[in-house]
């Protein structure tokens, strides 16, 4: 089971890494004003639109920038989180990891419902998307499945709380 776990710990400091990096840097440019970015990222987006044919992201709809946003205030600190709690070991990384998760696996759900009901995506597109479906199942079963699983606290084993059993 250590080697999973080691695997899984793996992917989610990956992609929390990809996260970190293209949340504010490549997704910002979605819901901030261009004048907040270098030319060499604005450059950078206008290639990926291109390459990949992200209409998503050329076009702004009013849901995506809602999901960049939510990516730029809630996602952004818990991918940081995550690398820092991984890889220092911290308990509450089971937490963090359940947060990023769900928030991935919710703002996928619109995403890929258009880029399949569209039929306006490309192939490559979708495998750009795609491991990040993969990404938030794994990160959810790790924030559900690690630690312990049953966790004794010291109130638990406090004179008062053995008195109100009784």
Known sequence: MGFVSGAVDAVIVLFSAVLILAAP???GQICLPARFFHPVLIDLKRWYVEEFGD???KEKPHFLVGLAWIEIVLLWPLSIANVYGILARRPWVATTSLMAGVS?????????????GSGRSSDKLLQIYSPFVAFSVLAILKGLFSGPLHTV?????APSARKKRA
């Open 153 to 157: 606290t010291k109130a638990s084993h």
């Open 104 to 116: 991935i696996i919710t703002s996928m759900a619109p995403l890929m419902a258009e880029l399949l």
């Open 55 to 57: 209409y998503l992201s």
């Open 25 to 27: 840097l490549i997704d």
